[in-house]
């Protein structure tokens, strides 16, 4: 296969800012009608009390939480794409990444919405956050909701900054080929890069060090979110393996994130020449990799439930799947248990719609699981004189797919300003790709870069 | 000034017997042998707590404000487990167990640790207090209570009060806007007016057992409820958690033949301070 010619990228991916096919503006439509549902549903609710939603008593929380949950997870992918992905050095992230990295901004955007329309008051929402005041009363600190915000606050700072960081070179490019108001957004944002080689230096050393950073975040982030569950002493959320079972779950449900949004980029943006087959193909066994993960520590938490023997864990484990909720139990095995085994097969992994299919009905298993993980303890909680089974109301429901309708028309917007395929890494990957076979020239590279850097450090 | 206080609530939260000289912790005990589930303490919560008469659909649909319930279980007649058989008879509600419940006021309350803003938390008389105006509605002090005596107000409910009835409400305490989470406060106001009659008669630190009534004992035909100070040898609350062998700070009671005392759900450490004492049956008659 012919490789993409050096001189296209910058043009390929620059037209990605200019003109997209019509199915972006469909969707573009739509996401924003959402939107405007859910911005109704939400003023519906705030006037008259959370009680529209049709919450009850023992349902005190629902279809908020598990979304919260839902989002939060798929934010994982994002970092473990570009963050694990580059320290260890796999150089087929590099056209998938930036969206990527832009796909975990975003969905953190979006639960955080969650924590906040879940109040009852959510007028003194701030109240949670440690801050010095005339009350003089601390949050408690032993809540794992105030770690949650705690958490949420540091990741999403941590994921813009990463985001921006490894697009600075970029949108230099992106400032060199504008006009308008484009060019005085890209200038500002680009800092005056320049290309030199201190720079580069610089730039790698930055970027490396929050990749670092952001790893243990994100695990700890998810296990946090975990907590939220098994720090309580509800049967079925008091579940010691939880917090890995939750990061797992995220990692899936990310990277069934990721592959959506592969195809549909792919689409729209006409970026077939980068986001290949290949990619797709690693993409899909790092995902087929993780559902294996998943399934184990699904299939041990029920284990370990099952033979610990206490009277209300195992009564909740049986509900779910002979009780009221066992649809969305049984739908959730199938789709997130069953289905990853299609990626099993190559003639699959190489099918972009087939995937596309694929990674849609492995996002609603992992949502069908968030679901689950919520809603069947409660309904059979402790005290048999509170069992009630609800589900979720409209407003509730409204508000879910305008989180959706949120979250892609944040990331289309994104796409449609900043480069959504990261030009001088796939430079990289082009040139590592051309000059594999040669060794030598690479060593006379790293001479002359050497040389550079010398004369530079003389000239500063 | 506000990190002096953490410090100083951070250190007292460390200390194991920090409320040990405190001369109160309010308990009760309640003879299910006595409860005839009429629902009269029901009736007076509502009038002494201001709570909400939310009407029959949202009743229907779990929203109802009772602090205080009576809870109905059947025990399956031997042989025949279906519970339809009970259901076909003219008198399906024929030989229920009746438990009221409210708040166990526990002292390893599952819900106080949870609450991000510390709406919730301990007082030194043992009581397991809310404080409305701090609450932000994360309902997961009610999620986390194993006893589910935890209400939320989901909607505005006092906006429903028909015009003269305003003037029938309590106002020793608040009525609670929508977005905020309440429970039982074994009558708190009542603690605090007796507490300050104490006081003034020169005994700061005694509360006469049996001057003080949460409305739901008071309300009582059949005097089934008990409530008084459990640091007061005198007390008959003491009394009878003494010689039914219940201790505060088990989770599993050593229990002989002839004692019917047991706290709901203690085996998950919640240490709470209502006792309940067993039925006892004849099933033969």
Same mark, same amino acid.
């Given at each position: ?109 979006? $639960? ?59 949108? $230099? ?82 990277? $069934? ?45 029920? $284990? ?64 069908? =699981? ?70 030598? =020239? ?19 | ?6 410090? *100083? ?11 040990? *000289? ?10 299910? /042998? ?14 002494? /707590? ?35 058989? *009970? ?19 526990? /002292? ?24 409305? /105006? ?38 020793? +305490? ?37 001057? +003080? ?34 201790? +505060? ?18 085996? +998950? ?17």
């Amino acid at each position: 296969m012919k490789d993409i010619e050096w001189a296209r990228i910058n043009k390929d991916v620059l037209a990605s800012l200019e003109s997209p096919r019509a199915a972006f503006w469909i969707v573009l439509a739509v996401c924003i009608a959402l939107v405007l549902c859910g911005v109704a549903a939400e003023v519906y609710q705030y006037k008259h009390g959370l009680g529209v939603a049709l919450m009850d008593k023992p349902h005190y929380w629902q279809l908020y939480i598990s979304n919260f949950v839902f989002w939060i997870g798929m934010s994982h992918s994002g970092t473990l794409l570009s963050a694990i992905l580059l320290l260890t050095k796999a150089d087929w992230r590099k056209p998938i990444y930036r969206f990527a990295e832009a796909m975990t901004l975003f969905s953190i955007l979006t $639960a955080a919405i969650f924590p906040v329309i879940h109040l009852g008051r959510v007028w003194y929402m701030y109240w949670v956050l440690p801050y010095p005041n005339q009350h003089t009363i601390w949050p408690n600190f032993r809540s794992p909701l105030l770690w949650d915000a705690a958490a949420i606050t540091t990741y999403a700072l941590s994921s813009i900054l990463f985001l921006y960081v490894g697009m600075i070179p970029d949108l $230099a490019i992106c400032r060199d080929n504008a006009k308008g108001w484009r060019k005085k957004l890209y200038t500002a944002l680009s800092v005056g890069w320049m290309g030199r080689a201190t720079e580069w230096m610089a730039f790698r050393k930055t970027y490396v060090l929050i990749a670092c950073f952001l790893v243990p975040l994100a695990v700890s982030v998810h296990s946090i979110v975990a907590s939220d569950f098994a720090m309580s002493i509800m049967p079925d959320w008091h579940i010691t393996s939880f917090p890995p079972y939750f990061v797992a779950g995220a990692l899936y449900s990310g990277c $069934a994130a990721i592959i959506t949004l592969f195809v549909m980029l792919r689409y729209i943006f006409k970026f077939e020449a980068y986001m290949t087959t290949e990619i797709m193909d690693k993409t899909a066994k790092l995902t087929f990799a993780i559902a294996m993960v998943w399934n184990f520590l699904n299939l041990g938490e029920y $284990a370990s439930i099952w033979y610990s023997n206490d009277m209300f864990e195992k009564e909740v484990l049986i509900q779910k799947f002979i009780g009221p909720y066992a649809p969305v139990v049984w739908g959730m095995l199938l789709c997130a248990m069953v289905a990853p085994f299609a990626m099993a097969f190559e003639k699959f992994r190489h099918n972009m719609w087939a995937m596309f299919w694929l990674s849609l009905v492995l996002q609603l298993g992992m949502w069908l =699981e968030r679901f689950q993980i919520v809603s069947p303890p409660l309904a059979s909680n402790h005290e048999p004189w509170t069992w009630a089974v609800v589900w979720p109301g409209t407003v509730q429901l409204t508000l879910t797919a305008a989180s959706f309708g949120w979250f892609t028309m944040l990331f289309l917007i994104f796409c449609k300003i900043f480069p959504s395929v990261s030009m001088y890494e796939v430079k990289e990957m082009v040139f590592h790709r051309r000059h594999a076979s040669s060794r030598d =020239e690479m060593e006379d590279i790293g001479k002359i870069k050497d040389e550079v850097m010398r004369s530079e450090g003389g000239l500063a | 000034m506000a990190l002096k206080r953490m410090l *100083e609530n951070w250190s007292r939260l460390r200390q194991q017997d920090y409320y040990a *000289e405190e001369p109160y912790m309010w308990g009760m005990a309640i003879d299910l /042998n006595k409860c005839i589930g009429c629902g009269a303490c029901v009736t007076a919560c509502y009038a002494e /707590n201001n709570l909400p008469v939310v009407g029959k659909e949202r009743c229907g649909s779990g929203h109802s404000m009772h602090w205080m319930r009576i809870e109905r279980y059947w025990t399956e007649p031997e042989g025949t487990p279906e519970i339809e058989q *009970e259901e076909a008879s003219d008198f399906p509600e024929r030989g229920a167990h009746y438990l009221p419940m409210m708040c166990q006021q526990c /002292n390893h309350a599952p819900c106080e640790p949870v609450c991000p803003v510390a709406a919730t938390y301990h007082s030194p008389d043992g009581l397991n207090t809310q404080v409305y /105006n701090r609450c932000v509605g994360s309902r997961y002090c009610a999620n986390n209570c194993p006893y589910k005596v935890r209400y939320f107000n989901f909607f505005e409910f006092w906006k429903d009060l028909p015009h003269p009835l305003e003037m029938q409400l309590n106002p020793d +305490l608040s009525v609670r806007d929508k977005g905020v989470m309440e429970k039982c406060t074994f009558c708190v106001q009542r603690i605090r007016a007796a507490k300050d009659a104490a006081e003034d008669a020169g005994h700061p630190e005694h509360v006469e057992d049996g001057t +003080l009534m949460t409305a739901c004992q008071q309300g009582c035909p059949t005097q089934a409820i008990v409530f008084g100070n459990l640091k007061d040898p005198e007390s008959k609350v003491k009394k009878s958690w003494a010689s039914h062998q219940v201790e +505060l700070d088990r989770y599993e009671q050593d229990k002989s033949e002839d004692v019917r005392g047991y706290r709901v759900l203690e085996e +998950l450490n919640t240490e709470s301070c209502v006792m309940y004492l067993d039925r006892v049956r004849d099933t033969e008659a």
